[in-house]
């Protein structure tokens, strides 16, 4: 049991109660037999805790003193208002909570998916540390492998995958490159300076996804049929997603966003329960991959 899973799950129980006492917290991990080997957690443990969690993720956890000695977290907006952050505390707090129940592993399901992670902690380090990375590269999209070096911009993790966004040596734009398809990676001693406007939300944020096609954002409206709106309506396509109108047995929602590739497959996935309602031009898109579709169906 690593140091960080221990303050992960003090920092979870903590924000599932809102306020919890010291006792609480001790019954808790104590009969969390797989973190705690049943013993209490003393103290000045969890006081060492609390220390090393805000000196290393900035998350205050004070004491209440009117009305009984309750915990809570001083901060919260240190994790709502960092997608990072929230995201990495929700992810260790799912594994611990899965790693405490490994009895129950025929009854919890989950995908296997390829993650990339053989290269994920280098490449944070060579953005870290602004460090240039030559690589060979598996291109789905051309068959071919290829070495290349990169000055690495960024990463984002997109329906499963991780993927990282960097400029090539001989290239003026950066690309996208899959991390399950890098075949080999180095870091090198050189050193590149990130471009001083360059933000990765902003680089993304008119884009679902990671193709960018050199599409231009646009407004576009969507309608999403009968039970199939709730869905949509309570998790958005994309951020710019706001909903317009509702009835008995339709939503139309409006979004900002470039229509990729990737935005196409997206909205292709719900069939007959969403339809592109504009631009045209997306209609008539929408309308040629529905007719592929179509053809290759044709005959039995």
């Known amino acids: ?15 599932r109660h809102g306020k919890i006492s010291h006792k609480d917290l001790s019954d808790e991990w104590e009969r969390n037999k797989d973190m705690s080997d049943y013993k209490p957690l003393h103290r000045g443990t969890f006081n060492r805790w609390r220390d090393a969690i805000r000196s290393k ?36 707090s799912v594994g611990n909570i899965i790693e405490g129940n490994l009895s129950l592993h025929n009854r919890i399901l989950i995908e296997e998916i390829p993650s990339g992670r053989l290269y994920l902690i ?29 000055e690495p911009y960024c990463l984002k993790l997109f329906e499963g995958r991780w993927y990282l966004l960097a400029r090539p040596k ?48 646009e407004k576009i409206v969507i309608r999403a049929y009968t039970q199939h709106r709730h869905y949509v309506n309570s998790l958005p396509i994309h951020h710019s997603q706001r909903l317009i109108e509702e009835h008995d047995d339709y939503a139309d929602f409006e979004l900002y966003v470039a229509p990729t590739y990737d935005f196409i497959m997206r909205l292709l996935h719900d069939g007959a329960w969403l339809e592109v309602l504009s631009p045209l031009s997306l209609r008539q898109a929408m309308k040629g991959w529905i007719s592929d579709m179509y053809d290759l169906y044709t005959y039995p």
Do not use: H
């Not at 540390?129 to 060979?136: D, F, G, L, W």
């Open 1 to 15: 049991m690593t140091q960080l899973k221990k303050y992960i799950w003090l920092i979870d129980t903590i924000r």
């Open 57 to 92: 993720l900035g998350i205050d956890i004070e004491c209440q003193t009117m009305g009984g000695y309750v915990y809570y977290i001083a901060n919260p907006e240190i994790i709502d208002d960092n997608k990072l952050k929230r995201w990495m505390l929700d992810t260790f």
């Open 122 to 150: 280098p490449i944070v380090e060579a953005i870290k540390r602004n460090k240039v990375v030559e690589m060979t590269y598996n291109s789905f999209k051309t068959g071919e492998i290829s070495g290349s070096v990169v």
């Open 170 to 217: 001989d290239k003026d734009r950066p690309e996208i490159y899959g991390l399950d398809r890098i075949e080999s990676l180095k870091i090198l001693e050189d050193t590149f300076k990130l471009p001083k406007d360059f933000s990765a939300a902003d680089y993304f944020a008119s884009m679902y996804g990671v193709v960018s096609d050199k599409a231009r954002p």
